[in-house]
C-alpha cells in the first residue's frame, strides 16, 4: 500500500506542471465549496436572527363579525366608529381573559403572552377617532408588540403604581401638540402625560397607552350598562423562535375551540427569508457546476497523462504488473492530486471565511457570526477524493483496457 | 539439481508450441504472421529464432510471453496451456516466470536505472530494504552500481540494455524472451549482453529465447531457427555443425 503512495507521488512529482494545475483545480473547487455552504450557514443564521426581532410576535383577536363565538362577548358602545378594535376591525372580546392568557402561556412555544385592550374612542370636542391601549407596563410581551421604555423620546415610560397619568404616541402628540405634563381627557376623565414614546412597527401599538385597568375604567364609562370584567379584545404574544411561529399560532387557535382567533403579523416573515440574504439554490448549482468542472479538468489531465504513457504502461504490464496494479497506480496517482487539493482548499477557504467580511458576500449584516464547521471541512474533503476517484476511473479503465503489445510496437 | 542433465534431458519438455498460428486482420484484410509453428523447448536451453526483419519473431516471443493471444494453436509452458490463462494469470506468470527484454523501448523514460529494476519486484510483498537491496546487487554485477539515480535518456544504449536485463533478472525467471537485446549495438558490447544473458543460463538453469535478424553471435546457442513464411526452419546448432 505504501508503495503504491509513494509510486504515485513520485509520479506526481515528474509531471509538475500538470500535477499542481489538478491540484489547483481541486483546491479551488473545494475552496468554493466550503466558502459557498460557510456563507449559506452565515445567511441562514442571520436571516433568523432578523427574523427572530420581527418575526417571534403577533397578536390575536377574535373579529366582531364572527357570531356566537363561545368564550367571547360582543359589547359595543352605540356609536359606530368607537368600540373594540385591532388592525382596524372590530373585534370581540374574550371573556375570562387572565385564565385564556394563562393557557397560552402553558404553550412550549410560547415564551409570554398577556391580555390587551385596544378601544377607539371619538373625541368629544373635535370628532377626531383616537386609540386607547390597555396594558400591564410590566408584561415583557408588551415591550415587543406595542411599546417599551426604551422607546420613550420625551419624559418615562409607565411604572407599575402610576395612576392617572398615560403616553403618547409621538405622532399622536405632534398632531394634538401635547407635551408631557400636558392633561388629556377620555371619556370625561382626566389623565396627564408623562412620557412620549416613538416605537418602531409594532402589531398593536395605540396612540394613548395606559394601564390595563385605567383602561378598563373608561372603557367602562363609555359602555355604559354593558361593561366589561377581566376581558379583553387582543392576546398578545412572543414566541421562543421565528421558526416556531406557525406552530405557536396553531396550538394557540385550538384553546378557542373553532376557527374564531385572528393571529396576524406572522404572514409576511416568509417570503421575507426567502429574499433575504443568498438564494441557495443558486449557491448550490454554482457549487455543483464547479465541482463538476474540477472533476472533468482533472479527468482529461489524468487522461492525457494515461495515454502519453501508454508504452510505460505497456512496458510494466510486460514485466508483470496485473491490470488491478495499474488501475490503482492510476487512482492513486488522481486521489493523492484530489486529497491535497482538498486540503488545501479547505484551508484557503478557512482563511478566506476568516479574513473576508463575509457580510458583504452575503448581503446581510446581522448579530451572526461565520460558522465554520468541521463538518463543511470534512465534506470538502470527501467531495475533493471522490472527485479525485471519478476523475481517475476512466482513465485507469482506459489504461487497463490497453494489452501490452500494442503499446509496445508503436515506435 | 544438474543443469547440463536438464539441458540434454530429452523428456522434460518445458515449453511448447503446436501449430501456433496468429493473422493480424488490418482494414479487413488478414495478414497472418505465424503460420503453424511447432517447437518444444527443453529446460536450460538457449533457443535462438534468426529471420528477417518483419518475418514475425517479435510476434512470436509476444505470444510465447502473453503479451498477445495467438490466433490458433497452443502454447504450453510448464504443463499449462497458455491461451487457457487470464490476463491476470498471463500477469502473474511473467511477474514469477517469464521475463521479456524488447527490441526497443525497455525502459520507463522518466524513471531512474533504480526505479526501472524495482518496478519488477513492487507489488510482490518484498520489503523496501529487501528491494533496495536486490536491485543493488543486480545493477553492481552488471556494472552500474554507480548509474542508479540515472534517468535512461544518461545512460548510453549498451547501458540502458544492462538495466533492461538487471530488471529481467530481479524476478529471478525461469524463461528469458530477448528480442534483439543487441540490436543497435557494436559487437563487443553485444558480445557483453550476451554473457550477462547466458550467465543466468549456465548458472541457474535458465531457459533463454532470443530473436535476431541475424548479426548475433549465433555460437551460443543450443538450437538455432530460421522464421520464414511463418513458420521455423530448423538450422541445427552451431555448436554440433
Ligand atoms: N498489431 C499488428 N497489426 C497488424 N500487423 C502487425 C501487427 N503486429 C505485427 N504486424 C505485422 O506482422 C509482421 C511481423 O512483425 P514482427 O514485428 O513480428 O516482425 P519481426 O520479425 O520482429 O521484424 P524485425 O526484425 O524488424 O523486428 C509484420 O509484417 C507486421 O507488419
Ligand atoms: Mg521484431
Redesign the interface.
Given at each position: 500500500m505504501?508503495?503504491l503512495w509513494e509510486?504515485a507521488w513520485?509520479e506526481l512529482k515528474?509531471r509538475k506542471g500538470r500535477t499542481l494545475t489538478n491540484i489547483f483545480g481541486y483546491l479551488l473547487a473545494a475552496a468554493i465549496m466550503v466558502v459557498v455552504v460557510g456563507a449559506l450557514l452565515y445567511s441562514k443564521e442571520a436571516t433568523s436572527s432578523i427574523l427572530n426581532r420581527v418575526g417571534t410576535r403577533f397578536i390575536a383577536f377574535v373579529p366582531a363579525h364572527i357570531p356566537s363565538c363561545p368564550e367571547c362577548s360582543a359589547k359595543s358602545p352605540d356609536e359606530e366608529s368607537e368600540g373594540f378594535v385591532a388592525y382596524g376591525v372590530a373585534t370581540n372580546l374574550i371573556t375570562n381573559i387572565t385564565n385564556f392568557v394563562d393557557k397560552v402561556k402553558k404553550l412550549d412555544t410560547v415564551y409570554d403572552a398577556s391580555g390587551y385592550l385596544l378601544f377607539r374612542f371619538k373625541d368629544q370636542k373635535d370628532g377626531h377617532l383616537f386609540t386607547v391601549g390597555g396594558f400591564d407596563p410590566d408584561d415583557f410581551v408588551v415591550s415587543k408588540t406595542c411599546c417599551a421604555a426604551k422607546d420613550i423620546v420625551k419624559g418615562r415610560f409607565l411604572l407599575p403604581n402610576d395612576r392617572g397619568v398615560v403616553i403618547l404616541e409621538k405622532a399622536y402628540a405632534k398632531l394634538k401638540k401635547l407635551k408631557e405634563g400636558d392633561e388629556v381627557t377620555i371619556a370625561g376623565s382626566m389623565f396627564s402625560v408623562i412620557g412620549i414614546v416613538k416605537p418602531p412597527i409594532r402589531p398593536a401599538k395605540a396612540e394613548i397607552y395606559m394601564h390595563f385597568d385605567e383602561a378598563e375604567q373608561v372603557i367602562n364609562k363609555r359602555m355604559g350598562a354593558s361593561s366589561i370584567h377581566n376581558e379583553a379584545n387582543v392576546i398578545l404574544i412572543e414566541v421562543k423562535s421565528s421558526k416556531v411561529q406557525d406552530e405557536a399560532i396553531t396550538s394557540m387557535k385550538n384553546l378557542l375551540p373553532g376557527d374564531y382567533l385572528v393571529a396576524s403579523s406572522y404572514a409576511c416573515y416568509r417570503p421575507a427569508a426567502k429574499v433575504m440574504g443568498i438564494n441557495e439554490d443558486a449557491a448550490w448549482l454554482l457549487t455543483i457546476i464547479i465541482g463538476i468542472c474540477a472533476v472533468i479538468l482533472a479527468l482529461k489531465s489524468q487522461l492525457s497523462s494515461v495515454l502519453e504513457r501508454r508504452?510505460?504502461i505497456g512496458?510494466?504490464?510486460?514485466?508483470?504488473?496485473?491490470?488491478?496494479?495499474v488501475v490503482s497506480q492510476i487512482l492513486a496517482e488522481s486521489v493523492l492530486q484530489a486529497m491535497i487539493g482538498g486540503i488545501l482548499g479547505c484551508l484557503v477557504a478557512v482563511a478566506i471565511l476568516l479574513f473576508v467580511p463575509i457580510e458583504m458576500l452575503s448581503g446581510i449584516e446581522a448579530g451572526a457570526h461565520i460558522i465554520i464547521s468541521p463538518w463543511v471541512l470534512v465534506l470538502g474533503f470527501v467531495l475533493a477524493f471522490l472527485g479525485g476517484i471519478i476523475a481517475g476511473s476512466f482513465p485507469a479503465f482506459i489504461a487497463a483496457r490497453q494489452?501490452?503489445?500494442d503499446a509496445?510496437?508503436s515506435? | 539439481m544438474n543443469v547440463v542433465d536438464e539441458i540434454t534431458g530429452e523428456g522434460d519438455i518445458f515449453l511448447e508450441c503446436k501449430d501456433l498460428r496468429k493473422s493480424f486482420t488490418v482494414k479487413r484484410k488478414e495478414i497472418r504472421v505465424l503460420r503453424g509453428i511447432n517447437l518444444s523447448v527443453n529446460r536450460g536451453e538457449i533457443v535462438v529464432i534468426a529471420g528477417k526483419t518483419g518475418a514475425g519473431k517479435s510476434t512470436f516471443l509476444g505470444v510465447l510471453g502473453g503479451l498477445e493471444r495467438q490466433t490458433e494453436g497452443s502454447v504450453i509452458f510448464e504443463g499449462r496451456c497458455m491461451e487457457d490463462l487470464s490476463h491476470e494469470e498471463l500477469a502473474l506468470l511473467r511477474r514469477q516466470k517469464i521475463s521479456v527484454i524488447f527490441q526497443n523501448y525497455n525502459l520507463l523514460p522518466s524513471w531512474t536505472a533504480y526505479e526501472n529494476v524495482e518496478a519488477a519486484l513492487l507489488h510482490i510483498g518484498m520489503s523496501k530494504t529487501a528491494r533496495r537491496e536486490k536491485v543493488k546487487t543486480l545493477l553492481n554485477n552488471l556494472g552500474l552500481g554507480e548509474r542508479l539515480d540515472n534517468l535512461p535518456s544518461e545512460l548510453s544504449i549498451g547501458q540502458q540494455q544492462r538495466v533492461a536485463i538487471a530488471r529481467t533478472l530481479a524476478n529471478e525467471p525461469a524463461l528469458i524472451l530477448a528480442d534483439e537485446p543487441t540490436g543497435e549495438l557494436d559487437a563487443e558490447t553485444a558480445q557483453e549482453i550476451i554473457e550477462h544473458l547466458i550467465t543466468p543460463v549456465r548458472e541457474k538453469g535458465v531457459t533463454l529465447v532470443i530473436a535476431t535478424h541475424g548479426i548475433f553471435p549465433l555460437d551460443i546457442s543450443t538450437r538455432l531457427f530460421y522464421m520464414k513464411d511463418g513458420t521455423l526452419v530448423p538450422q541445427g546448432s552451431i555448436q554440433q555443425g
Amino acid at each position: 500500500m505504501r508503495d503504491l503512495w509513494e509510486c504515485a507521488w513520485r509520479e506526481l512529482k515528474r509531471r509538475k506542471g500538470r500535477t499542481l494545475t489538478n491540484i489547483f483545480g481541486y483546491l479551488l473547487a473545494a475552496a468554493i465549496m466550503v466558502v459557498v455552504v460557510g456563507a449559506l450557514l452565515y445567511s441562514k443564521e442571520a436571516t433568523s436572527s432578523i427574523l427572530n426581532r420581527v418575526g417571534t410576535r403577533f397578536i390575536a383577536f377574535v373579529p366582531a363579525h364572527i357570531p356566537s363565538c363561545p368564550e367571547c362577548s360582543a359589547k359595543s358602545p352605540d356609536e359606530e366608529s368607537e368600540g373594540f378594535v385591532a388592525y382596524g376591525v372590530a373585534t370581540n372580546l374574550i371573556t375570562n381573559i387572565t385564565n385564556f392568557v394563562d393557557k397560552v402561556k402553558k404553550l412550549d412555544t410560547v415564551y409570554d403572552a398577556s391580555g390587551y385592550l385596544l378601544f377607539r374612542f371619538k373625541d368629544q370636542k373635535d370628532g377626531h377617532l383616537f386609540t386607547v391601549g390597555g396594558f400591564d407596563p410590566d408584561d415583557f410581551v408588551v415591550s415587543k408588540t406595542c411599546c417599551a421604555a426604551k422607546d420613550i423620546v420625551k419624559g418615562r415610560f409607565l411604572l407599575p403604581n402610576d395612576r392617572g397619568v398615560v403616553i403618547l404616541e409621538k405622532a399622536y402628540a405632534k398632531l394634538k401638540k401635547l407635551k408631557e405634563g400636558d392633561e388629556v381627557t377620555i371619556a370625561g376623565s382626566m389623565f396627564s402625560v408623562i412620557g412620549i414614546v416613538k416605537p418602531p412597527i409594532r402589531p398593536a401599538k395605540a396612540e394613548i397607552y395606559m394601564h390595563f385597568d385605567e383602561a378598563e375604567q373608561v372603557i367602562n364609562k363609555r359602555m355604559g350598562a354593558s361593561s366589561i370584567h377581566n376581558e379583553a379584545n387582543v392576546i398578545l404574544i412572543e414566541v421562543k423562535s421565528s421558526k416556531v411561529q406557525d406552530e405557536a399560532i396553531t396550538s394557540m387557535k385550538n384553546l378557542l375551540p373553532g376557527d374564531y382567533l385572528v393571529a396576524s403579523s406572522y404572514a409576511c416573515y416568509r417570503p421575507a427569508a426567502k429574499v433575504m440574504g443568498i438564494n441557495e439554490d443558486a449557491a448550490w448549482l454554482l457549487t455543483i457546476i464547479i465541482g463538476i468542472c474540477a472533476v472533468i479538468l482533472a479527468l482529461k489531465s489524468q487522461l492525457s497523462s494515461v495515454l502519453e504513457r501508454r508504452r510505460d504502461i505497456g512496458i510494466l504490464k510486460a514485466i508483470g504488473w496485473t491490470d488491478g496494479n495499474v488501475v490503482s497506480q492510476i487512482l492513486a496517482e488522481s486521489v493523492l492530486q484530489a486529497m491535497i487539493g482538498g486540503i488545501l482548499g479547505c484551508l484557503v477557504a478557512v482563511a478566506i471565511l476568516l479574513f473576508v467580511p463575509i457580510e458583504m458576500l452575503s448581503g446581510i449584516e446581522a448579530g451572526a457570526h461565520i460558522i465554520i464547521s468541521p463538518w463543511v471541512l470534512v465534506l470538502g474533503f470527501v467531495l475533493a477524493f471522490l472527485g479525485g476517484i471519478i476523475a481517475g476511473s476512466f482513465p485507469a479503465f482506459i489504461a487497463a483496457r490497453q494489452r501490452p503489445a500494442d503499446a509496445l510496437r508503436s515506435i | 539439481m544438474n543443469v547440463v542433465d536438464e539441458i540434454t534431458g530429452e523428456g522434460d519438455i518445458f515449453l511448447e508450441c503446436k501449430d501456433l498460428r496468429k493473422s493480424f486482420t488490418v482494414k479487413r484484410k488478414e495478414i497472418r504472421v505465424l503460420r503453424g509453428i511447432n517447437l518444444s523447448v527443453n529446460r536450460g536451453e538457449i533457443v535462438v529464432i534468426a529471420g528477417k526483419t518483419g518475418a514475425g519473431k517479435s510476434t512470436f516471443l509476444g505470444v510465447l510471453g502473453g503479451l498477445e493471444r495467438q490466433t490458433e494453436g497452443s502454447v504450453i509452458f510448464e504443463g499449462r496451456c497458455m491461451e487457457d490463462l487470464s490476463h491476470e494469470e498471463l500477469a502473474l506468470l511473467r511477474r514469477q516466470k517469464i521475463s521479456v527484454i524488447f527490441q526497443n523501448y525497455n525502459l520507463l523514460p522518466s524513471w531512474t536505472a533504480y526505479e526501472n529494476v524495482e518496478a519488477a519486484l513492487l507489488h510482490i510483498g518484498m520489503s523496501k530494504t529487501a528491494r533496495r537491496e536486490k536491485v543493488k546487487t543486480l545493477l553492481n554485477n552488471l556494472g552500474l552500481g554507480e548509474r542508479l539515480d540515472n534517468l535512461p535518456s544518461e545512460l548510453s544504449i549498451g547501458q540502458q540494455q544492462r538495466v533492461a536485463i538487471a530488471r529481467t533478472l530481479a524476478n529471478e525467471p525461469a524463461l528469458i524472451l530477448a528480442d534483439e537485446p543487441t540490436g543497435e549495438l557494436d559487437a563487443e558490447t553485444a558480445q557483453e549482453i550476451i554473457e550477462h544473458l547466458i550467465t543466468p543460463v549456465r548458472e541457474k538453469g535458465v531457459t533463454l529465447v532470443i530473436a535476431t535478424h541475424g548479426i548475433f553471435p549465433l555460437d551460443i546457442s543450443t538450437r538455432l531457427f530460421y522464421m520464414k513464411d511463418g513458420t521455423l526452419v530448423p538450422q541445427g546448432s552451431i555448436q554440433q555443425g
